[in-house]
């Protein structure tokens, strides 16, 4: 099948990844920056023939009232990340991307999410769990048919949920089929539901957030009987980036690690939605599972998630590994990583829809995207835990799609 345009349909259309996933792809669009920082820019995937820069628009869901430029110059003013003239080159296509964003839902997303909402969403309170599903749905098809794409990629950027109840890991298909009759009755949340509407829209769908998405039992058999490529969850582009680096190098030279303690600190909405408990609660744990899984046991770990004001998009983690060497020694590692979140995460966003979209174009169209476990801190159905070995399969994956 040729290359035709592609859509990303983004949950959290205006939040602080996005913001910088439009800004980039706009950018790459005009040739106003280069590609370092994107992964399929890698040399080695120029055989994959992945889709153009320029084939690809932006649309999504959101709960606040803003702008894709409100909030780029919000992010410029606070964290300094974008040049004002950049911003200026990008901005009437920034705007022609806010007339694709659409209110999402705010079923079960928790109180801390539900008070940054505006009016916009709100006036769906009263909408029946059904119409909800069939409404996000159809937001995604009108877009792929208003901007004639062949295919779309929704992907979850939004606010991170508290943890989802026990009862909805719980669910069979059937029993999900029947539980979505009402909101009252469904323990499904928000970013459930919107994949459970991709689906339904026949998109691709990925979770970069530590919320379900598409990891409960009877949304990876709605994919399988959808037929629907899907891959999550929560992106790995910093602290835990560097645990899944180093881990194995503790865990090669037979090194005891007896405690890893990492601390972080930023300001941006992610921090300030994270500093709930509850919904950080869902973060420190994708964070902290994959040194039991590197290690093969579980050293004392402490991982903490501060919200500091005026960090803004600069996220600081100071990482304290006490491990026991030859003879018993005590011994310890400590390193700083100082990164802008949103730098890091969204190239990563836009290398993920590229695979994605190949994929899909190669004729295989269901079920989890494991070549893609090394974008995930808690990659679903992953075979290794450890980054390097997560990389090559996606290289042995571009290999595979080449030879065909
Ligand atoms: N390096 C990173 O930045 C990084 C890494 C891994 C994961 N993540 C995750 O990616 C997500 C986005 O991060 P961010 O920094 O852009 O956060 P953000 O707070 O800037 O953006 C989130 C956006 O989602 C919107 N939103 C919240 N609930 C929604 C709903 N139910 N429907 C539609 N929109 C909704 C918010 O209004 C906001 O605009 C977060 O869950 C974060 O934990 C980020």
Same mark, same amino acid.
Request: glycine fraction near 8%.
């Given at each position: 099948?040729?290359?035709?345009?592609?859509?990303?349909?983004?949950?959290?259309?205006?939040?602080?990844?996005?913001?910088?996933?439009?800004?980039? *792809? *706009?950018?790459?669009?005009?040739?106003?920056?280069?590609?370092?920082?994107?992964?399929?820019?890698?040399?080695?995937?120029?055989? *994959?023939?992945?889709?153009?820069?320029?084939?690809?628009?932006?649309?999504?869901?959101?709960?606040?009232?803003?702008?894709?430029?409100?909030?780029?110059?919000?992010?410029?003013?606070?964290?300094?990340?974008?040049?004002?003239?950049?911003?200026?080159?990008?901005?009437?296509?920034?705007?022609?991307?806010?007339?694709?964003?659409?209110?999402?839902?705010?079923?079960?997303?928790?109180?801390?999410?539900?008070?940054?909402?505006?009016?916009?969403?709100?006036?769906?309170?009263?909408?029946?769990?059904?119409?909800?599903?069939?409404? =996000?749905?159809?937001?995604?098809?009108?877009?792929?048919?208003?901007?004639?794409?062949?295919?779309?990629?929704?992907?979850?950027?939004?606010?991170?949920?508290?943890?989802?109840?026990?009862?909805?890991?719980?669910?069979?298909?059937?029993?999900?089929?029947?539980? =979505?009759?009402?909101?009252?009755?469904?323990?499904?949340?928000?970013?459930?539901?919107?994949?459970?509407?991709?689906?339904?829209?026949?998109?691709?769908?990925?979770?970069?957030?530590?919320?379900?998405?598409?990891?409960?039992?009877?949304?990876?058999?709605?994919?399988?009987?959808?037929?629907?490529?899907?891959?999550?969850?929560?992106?790995?582009?910093?602290?835990?980036?560097?645990?899944?680096?180093?881990?194995?190098?503790?865990?090669?030279?037979?090194?005891?690690?007896?405690?890893?303690?990492?601390?972080?600190?930023?300001?941006?909405?992610?921090?300030?939605?994270?500093?709930?408990?509850?919904?950080?609660?869902?973060?420190?744990?994708?964070?902290?599972?994959?040194?039991?899984?590197?290690?093969?046991?579980?050293?004392?770990?402490?991982?903490?998630?501060?919200?500091?004001?005026?960090?803004?998009?600069?996220?600081?983690?100071?990482?304290?590994?006490?491990?026991?060497?030859?003879?018993?020694?005590?011994?310890?590692?400590?390193?700083?990583?100082?990164?802008?979140?949103?730098?890091?995460?969204?190239?990563?966003?836009?290398?993920?829809?590229?695979?994605?979209?190949?994929?899909?174009?190669?004729?295989?169209?269901?079920?989890?995207?494991?070549? *893609?476990?090394?974008?995930?801190?808690?990659?679903?159905?992953?075979?290794?835990?450890?980054?390097?070995?997560?990389?090559?399969?996606?290289?042995?994956?571009?290999?595979?799609?080449?030879?065909?």
């Amino acid at each position: 099948m040729t290359k035709q345009r592609i859509g990303i349909w983004i949950i959290g259309a205006w939040g602080g990844v996005s913001t910088t996933a439009a800004i980039g *792809l *706009l950018s790459l669009q005009k040739g106003l920056t280069g590609t370092s920082g994107l992964v399929s820019e890698h040399p080695y995937f120029e055989k *994959l023939d992945l889709v153009g820069w320029d084939q690809v628009v932006i649309g999504g869901h959101e709960i606040r009232e803003t702008s894709f430029v409100e909030a780029a110059k919000h992010f410029s003013e606070t964290s300094g990340v974008f040049h004002p003239a950049l911003l200026q080159a990008v901005e009437p296509e920034l705007n022609e991307f806010d007339k694709n964003v659409k209110p999402g839902t705010l079923i079960h997303v928790g109180d801390t999410i539900r008070s940054l909402a505006g009016d916009s969403v709100k006036q769906y309170d009263q909408e029946s769990l059904q119409d909800t599903l069939a409404r =996000l749905s159809a937001d995604m098809t009108e877009f792929q048919k208003q901007h004639d794409l062949a295919h779309v990629v929704v992907v979850n950027l939004a606010s991170t949920e508290p943890p989802v109840e026990e009862s909805a890991k719980a669910l069979s298909l059937a029993e999900l089929k029947e539980q =979505l009759a009402s909101a009252e009755t469904s323990p499904v949340p928000a970013s459930a539901l919107y994949a459970i509407a991709a689906m339904n829209a026949g998109c691709s769908h990925l979770n970069f957030t530590p919320s379900a998405g598409t990891d409960l039992p009877a949304l990876i058999e709605l994919a399988e009987e959808k037929q629907i490529l899907h891959g999550g969850r929560d992106g790995k582009t910093g602290e835990t980036l560097m645990k899944s680096v180093l881990a194995p190098m503790f865990a090669h030279r037979n090194l005891n690690v007896m405690s890893w303690v990492g601390h972080n600190i930023f300001g941006n909405l992610d921090g300030k939605v994270l500093d709930d408990p509850v919904n950080k609660s869902n973060k420190v744990h994708s964070k902290d599972h994959l040194l039991t899984e590197i290690l093969g046991y579980k050293p004392q770990t402490l991982v903490s998630i501060e919200y500091i004001e005026s960090m803004g998009d600069w996220k600081t983690a100071w990482d304290h590994i006490h491990f026991k060497g030859f003879l018993d020694t005590k011994m310890s590692l400590q390193f700083t990583w100082q990164g802008t979140d949103s730098v890091l995460a969204a190239p990563l966003v836009l290398d993920m829809v590229r695979f994605t979209e190949r994929e899909w174009r190669r004729g295989n169209r269901s079920g989890v995207m494991t070549h *893609l476990s090394s974008f995930f801190k808690s990659p679903m159905q992953a075979t290794t835990p450890e980054f390097e070995r997560q990389y090559q399969q996606l290289e042995e994956w571009a290999n595979t799609v080449s030879e065909e």
